[in-house]
T-cell receptor, first 112, second 111 residues
Framework: DGGITQSPKYLFRKEGQNVTLSCEQN?????MYWYRQDPGQGLRLIYY???????QKGDIAEGYSVSREKKESFPLTVTSAQKNPTAFYLC???????????FGQGTRLTVV | KQEVTQIPAALSVPEGENLVLNCSFT??????LQWFRQDPGKGLTSLLL?????REQTSGRLNASLDKSSGRSTLYIAASQPGDSATYLC??????????FGTGTRLQVFP
């Protein structure tokens, strides 16, 4: 089945640790996105990539990093510089800019 | 500033009722508007996408409309069922590389 796979579903981070969230798609989409969802707030864009080996910062990129070495993969690293990382992280992809977006099932990150 | 608003934040209706969810946006220079469904603890499922040149889109019991001049989109759900219970999100696509999301309407359909 075509779709977007995020792993793990749940992730726990200790203070000072970097953690990486995985996002893989087999839809042959060029564009990929990372959003963060907090209770009572709309989704906010962290990073996006329109093409392999290129990515851009979104509205809340501080404390996060990404790579786009392959078309199907767009991992997100939450670094120790991110002071409030507890949230629900959603990966999305689309054929191109301004086309229908499809989302993965999300990763819930908790700081312990 | 581009903003998307969804009112009400929560809605509870009896099964079988036809209902309308509202989405308002401040900037009419919208490329398209997308409606999503989100179940608790899950990702977003795309329901309908309306291009700026369209006025409505239909999928099964769902019908979404778009009125750029008034800055409004509505999602109409016919003959609601308990399985429709979820949070519904709308998002606008503009001349930026991100979707602008509303905060959602949490719908409960009771038997």
């Amino acid at each position: 089945d075509g779709g977007i796979t995020q792993s793990p579903k749940y992730l726990f981070r200790k203070e000072g640790q970097n953690v990486t969230l995985s996002c893989e798609q087999n839809l042959n989409h060029d564009a990929m996105y990372w959003y963060r969802q907090d209770p009572g707030q709309g989704l906010r864009l962290i990073y996006y990539s329109q093409i392999v080996n290129d990515f851009q910062k979104g509205d809340i990129a501080e404390g996060y990093s990404v790579s786009r070495e392959k078309k199907e993969s767009f991992p997100l690293t939450v670094t120790s510089a991110q002071k409030n990382p507890t949230a629900f992280y959603l990966c999305a992809s689309s054929i191109a800019q301004h086309t229908e977006a499809f989302f993965g099932q999300g990763t819930r990150l908790t700081v312990v | 500033k581009q903003e998307v608003t969804q009112i009400p934040a929560a809605l509870s209706v009896p099964e079988g009722e036809n209902l309308v969810l509202n989405c308002s946006f401040t900037d009419s220079a919208i490329y398209n508007l997308q409606w999503f469904r989100q179940d608790p603890g899950k990702g977003l499922t795309s329901l309908l996408l309306i291009q700026s040149s369209q006025r409505e889109q239909t999928s099964g019991r769902l019908n979404a409309s778009l009125d750029k001049s008034s800055g409004r989109s509505t999602l109409y759900i016919a003959a609601s069922q308990p399985g429709d219970s979820a949070t519904y999100l709308c998002a606008g696509s503009y001349n930026t590389d991100k979707l602008i999301f509303g905060t959602g309407t949490r719908l409960q359909v009771f038997p």
